[in-house]
Nanobody, 114 residues
Framework: QVQLVESGGGLVQPGGSLRLSCAAS????????MGWYRQGPGKQRELVAA???????NYEDSVKGRFTISRDNAKNTVYLQMNSLKPEDTAVYYC????????WGQGTQVTVSS
């Protein structure tokens, strides 16, 4: 059974940092594409960052230079290091895995507020 389990969300002050983790289980191979999406209040879900198994990354413009995505292929785990967080980063963050099918985690809340 495929599962994506996220951790690392929480409340942080503006300018702070958080690290999200997502462990994928139930796959017999390295997942080709993993990434993070987010959905803020009253907004559509949007891609934050993605990484393929070879290490190439893609970022949404507003997070470039602040967020870093990485992965451990052996563990099928993806990470999102978020620095210099802003209130507009507040959202539910969802782990995403793309193989022959698309898989989603349950979401983890990130709140940036003073």
């Amino acid at each position: 059974q495929v599962q994506l389990v996220e951790s690392g969300g929480g409340l942080v002050q503006p300018g702070g940092s958080l690290r999200l983790s997502c462990a994928a289980s139930g796959f017999a191979f390295s997942i080709p594409v993993m990434g993070w999406y987010r959905q803020g209040p009253g907004k559509q879900r949007e891609l934050v960052a993605a990484i393929i198994s070879g290490g190439i990354t893609n970022y949404e413009d507003s997070v470039k230079g602040r967020f870093t995505i990485s992965r451990d292929n052996a563990k099928n785990t993806v990470y999102l290091q978020m620095n210099s967080l802003k209130p507009e980063d507040t959202a539910v963050y969802y782990c995403h895995a793309q193989a022959s099918l698309t898989y989603w985690g349950q979401g983890t809340q990130v709140t940036v507020s003073s």
